[in-house]
């Protein structure tokens, strides 16, 4: 299955709601009046496009229609993709540099699929011929620890870890100096995420990137954010509590597949101005796919 193939079918349900919208509004004419505008308007917000995207993006087509004249259902498609695609960005993807240790810091909210992703990009890795290991900073559960361990034996990954509400910086510091001892190209460090308390989680993550970038200083160091796109405008919440606390450098969606708020990608993109990188269409391990911008609007808005 292609890219192209991956992505319509994990946005199928977000595109059913928002092309039955598109042509509803457009049915009897074709055309988009000031009214219609302001319905498609609403169904972007309502697929979790966020009122901020949503708004810019009408103001663009009502600007490209005041231009050309043409308010036609294929124009406003257009416009549409075309300011979605200048908020989403151009195409980013994770960049390991050659010769020297990757560290990829994982965070985000419990549940959203953090660790699984941590697992399946220790799978995709792998598979290049990377040699990886895993960090399981996760402390505050066991589960998130033994989760790890999993994709550790599944992909003969040696995982770093140590006893449930230990230090998630020490395990950091010696998951560094493993890597480091084995000439590893990759380490991926899985985090706890907890958001009951903002001032804690700072303080977690401020002392765990102190760790990493006193122990590795020239590790080429990323953090990723990755957020549940189920959880609609609250993913949006996250990526503003987390970049307040941590440097963001990329952002992975999952779960795109189970809603028909695939929108959500839009919003985050809107507000928090960093790259989406990764994309859960599925549950399988090759349901994790590089984010394509263009590839993610055309099959959002077919």
């Given at each position: 299955m292609g890219l192209l193939d991956a992505f319509k079918r994990g946005l199928e349900k977000t595109?059913?709601?928002?092309?039955?919208?598109?042509?509803?509004?457009?049915?009897?004419?074709?055309?988009?009046?000031?009214?219609?505008?302001?319905e498609l308007e609403e169904i972007l917000v309502r697929a979790d496009c966020g009122v901020g995207a949503s708004t810019d993006i009408i103001d663009h087509?009502?600007?490209?229609?005041?231009?050309?004249?043409?308010?036609?259902?294929?124009?406003?498609?257009?416009?549409?993709?075309?300011k979605m695609l200048e908020i989403l960005g151009p195409k980013s993807t994770i960049n390991l540099e050659e010769g020297k240790l990757n560290i990829i810091l994982m965070i985000g909210v419990?549940?959203?699929?953090?660790t699984t992703t941590a697992g399946k990009l220790c799978e995709k890795y792998k598979k290049q011929g990377k040699k990886v290991i895993l960090g399981a900073a996760d402390t505050f559960r066991a589960a998130a620890i033994e989760q790890l361990k999993v994709w550790g034996e599944r992909t003969s990954t040696t995982v770093?870890?140590?006893e449930a509400g230990s230090?998630?910086?020490?395990v950091c510091y010696d998951a560094i100096h493993a890597a480091i001892a084995r000439k590893a190209d990759l380490l991926i460090i899985d985090t706890a995420g907890r958001l009951h308390n903002k001032k804690n989680l700072m303080d977690e993550l401020s002392k765990i990137t102190r760790i990493i970038d006193r122990e590795a200083k020239d590790a080429n160091i990323k953090s990723m954010l990755i957020i549940d796109a189920t959880t609609g405008q609250n993913a949006v919440i996250q990526a503003e509590v987390f970049g307040e606390a941590a440097n963001l450098d990329y952002i992975g969606i999952t779960k795109l597949d189970g809603t028909a708020k695939g929108g959500v990608a839009v919003s985050v993109a809107y507000s928090s101005h960093k790259p989406i990188v990764l994309a859960g269409l599925g549950e399988g391990v090759d349901d994790l796919v590089d984010f394509d911008p263009e590839i993610f609007v055309d099959s959002l808005i077919s």
């Open positions: 595109r059913n709601f928002v092309s039955s919208g598109f042509t509803k509004i457009a049915a009897s004419t074709g055309h988009f009046d000031e009214d219609q505008l302001d087509v009502k600007d490209n229609i005041k231009k050309s004249g043409d308010d036609s259902k294929e124009a406003v498609m257009a416009s549409v993709k075309e419990n549940g959203t699929g953090k770093i870890s140590h230090d998630p910086a020490s």
